[in-house]
């Protein structure tokens, strides 16, 4: 809800849905301070409530070129890679979890995609829960819609969900990001891209890109997610 605050000041009033995602979005927000991402004004847990700057003029990265949205992703995501612990949850833990749900949702969604798409994102979280680097505080919905442009900064991220893991993990969101271009070869590009130009492990960040895509496809994106999943196997 855009609001102002009595000195004129531009600001947003969140209230954030209750679910396991956006669970200490407001922690976040505290930790990153407006270090590369919206800053939180004032908060109330209780009604979970939070006030945010407004970005203005709030145009969405994904407006732009594949490639110069590549470019701000690139410089925006180490400046969030902060070191973290409690209260945000693990991500070995979300893996976990996921390695439970995944199943029996796809039994449920009636088997909407190939048995061996569902076996290559389970092998690759049970591989890479436990095999982690340096843990760091991680947005896992970072894409082309939750970058907006702002005044204070060029560009800011909005709407954390944040988890506790290994940097590969942070890729995820980005590389099966199709409003950047919804191909194999785009997918491809923004994981070979995003994995050598940040120094991070390829192979761990197309395993969990993988992991997490499918752990996310019951979304309406749902059609996108498989897609995206199966480019992914490919990519090996």
Partial sequence: MRAGLPDGEPVVLKLVYPHRESEHEGDALELWDGEGAV??????????????????PGTYLSRRAQDEALDVLIGLLPRLWKPAGAPFRPLAEEAVWWLETLPSGWEAAGRPFERTLLEAALDALRELAPTQGEQVLVHQD????????????????????????EREFALASIIRSFELGETRCDVVHRLDRLSAELGLDRERARGWALGQTLAWA?????SHHVRAARWLVEAA
């Fill in 142 to 165: 970072l894409h082309g819609e939750n970058v907006l442009a702002a005044q204070r900064e060029p560009w800011l991220a909005i709407d954390p969900k944040p988890l506790v893991g």
């Fill in 218 to 222: 019951d979304t309406d994106y749902a």
């Fill in 39 to 56: 800053r939180l004004l004032a908060r109330d847990d209780e009604l979970r409530a939070l006030l945010l700057e407004r970005c203005e």
